[in-house]
């Protein structure tokens, strides 16, 4: 079946700093990569929405400029975390829709950010 | 825009019994209806989906029922286990394009023993 990898699964990071976030796709490509956040005992949040070869889309209410997405090829999308501050400290999950050869949505494993 | 209402927000059944948990959605295009589970730092696991052509759908104990008409969608679980004791997630989106998927906002399952 598809497989989403997303790496790293935790990073700790001072305030100021950048970091970033890959998902890759395994075995199939993925011309679109869903970014959820999700906070402690909430939903997933949509925050944002990669399409290989052309700018994302954000999801009302995101910054742009601080959360970076880039989606440079059919197998890879990254997510940087720009000037990172502690209320950015989430589970940033991505997911590849439905698609040729395989069903439903693929989720990757998440990745617990905690900014100090 | 596009939403997802979710209810209850937690649910606590005993052992044995069945546990239903409730969905409205409001995107009439939407015709993609997965359930999810998510234990603690991990990300969601599909446990069982339903498309808009299917009004029900049973995998052993997890059933899904779905009502195009009002927009709703549920999950039942049967014969509840401490192990179903996780947090549920129900979602609304598209199988036929490269369609964003909406979540309800969860529901916390206990299963006493």
């Known amino acids: 079946g598809a497989v989403v990898s997303q790496h790293p699964s935790w990073v700790i990071c001072k305030s100021g700093t950048s970091v970033k976030i890959e998902c890759r796709s395994l075995?199939?490509?993925?011309?679109?990569m869903f970014w959820y956040r999700q906070f402690p005992k909430q939903s997933l949040m949509l925050m944002a929405t990669?399409?290989?070869?052309?700018?994302?889309?954000?999801e009302q209410g995101v910054e742009k400029d601080k959360f970076l997405i880039n989606h440079a090829s059919l197998t890879l999308s990254t997510l940087t975390v720009t000037s990172a501050h502690p209320e950015d400290s989430s589970f940033y999950i991505c997911?590849?829709?439905?698609?040729?050869?395989?069903?439903?949505?693929?989720f990757g494993s998440g990745t617990r950010l905690t900014v100090v | 825009g596009e939403n997802v209402e979710q209810h209850p927000s937690t649910l606590s059944v005993q052992e044995g019994d069945s546990a239903v948990i409730k969905c409205t959605y409001s995107?009439?295009?939407?015709?993609?209806f997965p359930w999810y589970k998510q234990e603690l730092g991990k990300g969601p696991q599909l446990i069982i989906d339903?498309?808009?052509?299917?009004g029900e759908k049973k995998d052993q104990r997890i059933a899904v029922t779905l009502n195009k008409t009002a927009k709703h969608f549920s999950l039942h679980i049967t014969e509840t286990q401490p192990e179903d004791s996780a947090v549920y997630f129900c979602?609304?989106?598209?199988?036929?394009?490269?369609?964003?998927?909406?979540f309800g906002s969860g529901t916390r399952l206990l299963v006493r023993p």
């Open positions: 979602a609304a989106g598209r199988m036929d394009s490269s369609y964003k998927l909406i």
């Open positions: 075995d199939f490509q993925a011309t679109t």
């Open positions: 997911s590849a829709p439905p698609g040729q050869g395989y069903y439903g949505y693929t």
């Open positions: 995107d009439s295009a939407s015709n993609y």
């Open positions: 990669s399409n290989e070869g052309s700018k994302a889309t954000y």
């Open positions: 339903i498309r808009s052509n299917v």
